[in-house]
């Protein structure tokens, strides 16, 4: 039993990575937010949330913008929907950090454009307002 590690070396579940680069590169390419459509924007915005904040598509799909916060190092979501491992009187949070470098990479300035661009299509009333209207 103890050479059975050696026999059997410990393989990665994954065999190789993907390059980041080309993705933002591409939304980089893109230009301003103001010269987007609704649909451009919507993905940049989609893109730049999963690469900036390591949680699940679920997640980032009912980040409800009630619970939105703004703060000068980024934005914060705290999210009404329980996670996979959240406690139940401790919901937890995404944070998305500011990128003052790079403005057409900023994971904070896209989603405030995206809601200026879609307020008349978000519910008025006190229902779930969630950030992504497609998804």
């Known amino acids: 039993m103890k050479g059975i590690s050696i026999s059997c070396p410990p393989q990665p579940h994954f065999q190789h990575t993907w390059d980041v680069s080309a993705v933002t590169d591409y939304l980089t390419k893109l230009g301003q937010n103001a010269s987007l459509t609704l649909k451009q924007l919507s993905q940049k915005l989609c893109m730049l949330m999963e690469?900036?904040?390591?949680?699940r598509s679920f997640i980032m799909a009912t980040s409800d913008i009630r619970y939105m916060r703004r703060y000068p190092a980024g934005i914060k979501f705290l999210h009404s929907t329980f996670r996979k491992r959240s406690i139940r009187d401790n919901l937890c949070e995404s944070v998305y950090p500011k990128f003052a470098q790079v403005l057409l990479m900023c994971a904070v300035q896209c989603?405030?454009?995206?809601?200026?661009?879609?307020?008349?299509?978000?519910?008025?009333?006190?229902?779930?307002?969630r950030l992504f209207l497609a998804l």
């Open 51 to 55: 690469l900036t904040c390591a949680e």
């Open 111 to 129: 989603p405030l454009d995206y809601l200026e661009r879609t307020k008349d299509f978000q519910p008025t009333d006190n229902m779930q307002q």
